[in-house]
């Protein structure tokens, strides 16, 4: 039992929650009004505004959990092993799925945005060469998390380097308000500069071709949370005398800060007095927002999900996998449903249910290949 309270349970179920939820929302934004123009499958039988709220609110927080957990387990990785060791399982966990995503399932993924649109194209000379790898249809697709992990453990490791002594974990500790207050003014900083280079919009994506796909409103976002995964394990949050986040506190937070974000998205361009206006508070809101939302999961989950048994255990081991292979499927399947006249509700809710079955079936396959097996280890 002890060998087993070692492993945060509950960071592994939010990881797999997260996962779920991307996947949802990737099928929600099939069926939102006013949907990206550049999106794979849009269908627009019945567009909802529903849905594009639902799009907006999870669209926030989704990926700093993810860094936050990457970082966690980040530096306890870096610890416990020699170099060699860490980058040699980077490289086969992340590294290597990263450059085959890309070059492999990236092409044939982004030729859905013409595909589905019944748009008659060459895949070869007309598409691959002139629009994806070479033009502006050039993407990473979800596999940018997996570029911008790969710099954030480089970034870390060089840290660590320069810095010897934060690679010694320190008694559990509980942290002040001073951390929580200088992490919201660096979060701000870097937002709302993030802001000012995407002239407000905060989904505009750009590259660095080939090797960096991002958005620049939220590109330095995404390593800090990855940083202050790290500074977590190294304090030994959530262990016993660790911290541990108060859901009374974070869960309200969480709820007011939601509110608030949604409402500022679609009313603050019409009250704001400047654009410089809109885009600081925009950005004031968004990092209370990703903030609030963070440290609520994490409080709900200790408090109620640090466990495991077959099903969770089973779920958290597969949702790496289901995040690499989910994509595509999503798109055909939200293309195959195209054509019938249904409510956009009846549509999302079964075209969310078959790709999470066949992102999870997908997923236990590819566990036959080693960069795709570690994640057993969750169910143990």
Same mark, same amino acid.
């Given at each position: ?62 990926? &700093? ?38 070059? #492999?399932?990236? &092409? ?11 748009? &008659? ?42 810095? &010897? ?19 919201? #003014? ?22 660095? !071709? ?22 977590? !394990? ?100 939200? !293309? ?12 999302? #809710? ?17 566990? #036959? ?12």
């Amino acid at each position: 039992m002890e060998e087993k309270k070692r492993r945060i349970f509950f960071l592994d179920n939010l990881k797999a929650f997260i996962v779920c939820l991307m996947v949802v929302f990737h099928v929600a934004l099939c069926y939102m009004a006013y949907a990206p123009e550049w999106w794979y499958t849009v269908d627009k039988g019945d567009p909802q505004f529903s849905f594009t709220m639902l799009v907006m609110w999870a669209d926030i927080f989704i990926m &700093p959990v993810m860094f936050f957990i990457s970082g966690y387990f980040c530096l306890m990785s870096l610890v416990k092993q020699t170099d060699g060791r860490f980058w040699k399982s980077k490289l086969v966990r992340i590294i290597i799925p990263w450059i085959a995503g890309v070059v #492999i399932l990236a &092409p044939p993924v982004t030729f859905i945005m013409f595909a589905s649109r019944g748009i &008659p194209m060459d895949y070869v000379h007309d598409y691959l060469f002139k629009l994806f790898l070479f033009g502006p249809c050039f993407s990473h697709v979800q596999y940018w998390y997996l570029g911008l992990l790969t710099y954030s453990y480089i970034m870390l490791y060089v840290f660590c380097k320069l810095k &010897p002594d934060f690679r010694k974990q320190l008694p559990a500790s509980i942290p002040g308000a001073k951390l929580f207050v200088g992490f919201t #003014i660096l979060s701000f900083a870097c937002t709302v500069g993030g802001y000012m280079y995407a002239g407000g919009n905060n989904d505009l994506w750009t590259f660095i !071709w080939p090797v960096l796909v991002f958005q620049p409103s939220r590109v330095l976002l995404y390593p800090l949370y990855f940083f202050l995964g790290a500074y977590a !394990w190294r304090h030994q949050w959530f262990t016993q005398g660790g911290y541990k986040a108060d859901p009374t506190k974070w869960l309200p937070a969480f709820i007011v800060t939601s509110v608030a974000y949604l409402f500022y998205c679609i009313m603050g361009a019409q009250t704001a007095a400047s654009m410089e206006q809109y885009m600081i508070v925009k950005a004031a809101i968004h990092i209370l927002f990703v903030l609030s939302a963070v440290f609520g999961l994490l409080a709900i989950f200790q408090s109620q999900l640090d466990y495991t048994n077959k099903f969770l255990g089973e779920l958290a081991a597969n949702s790496y996998n289901m995040y690499y292979t989910h994509m595509g499927l999503v798109m055909l399947i939200a !293309w195959y449903f195209v054509q019938f006249d249904w409510s956009a509700y009846v549509k999302y #809710i079964m075209v969310s249910l078959l790709s999470l079955l066949a992102s999870y079936l997908t997923g236990k396959l590819l566990m #036959i290949f080693p960069c795709f097996a570690s994640g057993k280890k969750a169910k143990n």
